[in-house]
């Protein structure tokens, strides 16, 4: 099975025009360890590169998100807590040039990817409607494969909903996959306090979060993502997107007309 949310008894198929602002150069850097492929930290490092250069140009605002990272040995998880601050920026990246890659390795098997770039900036015109807002909730931060998700919202005022589930190590169309609505969960409107799985959802299906398959044996979690987006009008959206065609989607929707939350968390594989 496919990681991610899986949705048992349930099959998924899962404004203003933007602004170009030219060019800006941005480097950013990834540190790993032996059991996290080059590849990977190296395309990590990437995507900092580009936030930084959308930062520049959008400017940035901050929100602090708290995710654990465990390792089971045998019936025991060991977590340690680490602080991450997710940048929400309003803009994508059109085009990069001059890209360069270098691996350094470091201490205790450590490597450092490190990546810098030019990249072509696009902002989206309009200004953030502060309050336009929508609270996200997980049940946990931490999953072990099997286990059940809910996602707790709680809006301000009434506004329609899509949920969609990022695969970070996946590519194509399986990267973005909208988990909600669906056809166990049709409504896409909020008007209140809410629960995905809704109350009547819940007699029809459950979401439980899978472990990756193709991971490497010493691998035991991963981190995915939920993107909450939230609008003041029902939009119409695909059951999957690349990652990139998905980043341009978002981009079409007004600033003052919509809220955007992502909520990281980790997957940790059964023994």
Do not use: H
């Amino acid at each position: 099975m496919r990681a991610g949310v899986a949705l048992l008894g349930l099959l998924v198929l899962l404004a203003p025009l933007p602004a170009a602002a030219g060019w800006v150069s941005a480097r950013a850097e990834r540190i790993f360890s032996p059991d996290t492929p080059e590849a990977e930290a190296c395309a990590a490092a990437e995507e900092r590169a580009k936030e930084d250069a959308i930062r520049q140009v959008s400017g940035e605002r901050l929100a602090s998100e708290d995710l654990m990272r465990c390792e089971e040995r045998g019936e025991e998880a060991s977590c340690t807590l680490n602080r991450s601050v997710w940048n929400t920026v309003d803009g994508d990246v059109r085009a990069v040039r001059n890209r360069r890659t270098e691996t350094t390795a470091l201490a205790d098997g450590l490597r450092r990817c490190t990546v810098s770039l030019e990249a072509e900036i696009i902002v989206a015109k309009g200004v953030p409607d502060p309050s336009f807002d929508l609270g996200v909730t997980l049940n946990t931060s931490v999953f072990r494969q099997g286990e059940a998700m809910e996602i707790a919202l709680t809006p301000n005022r009434p506004m329609s909903v899509a949920i969609f589930l990022w695969l970070p190590y996946e590519s194509g169309e399986a990267q973005v996959t909208r988990v909600f609505p669906n056809s166990m969960d049709p409504s896409t409107t909020i008007t209140g306090p809410a629960t995905v799985p809704s109350a009547e959802g819940k007699r029809r299906y459950v979401m439980r979060v899978g472990f990756p398959d193709g991971q490497p044996a010493t691998r035991r979690l991963v981190d995915e993502y939920l993107m909450v987006v939230a609008t003041r009008q029902p939009v119409e959206w695909r059951g999957s997107y690349r990652l990139d065609e998905f980043r341009a989607r978002l981009l079409e929707l007004p600033r003052g007309d919509s809220r955007i939350v992502r909520r990281g968390y980790a997957v940790v594989r059964a023994p």
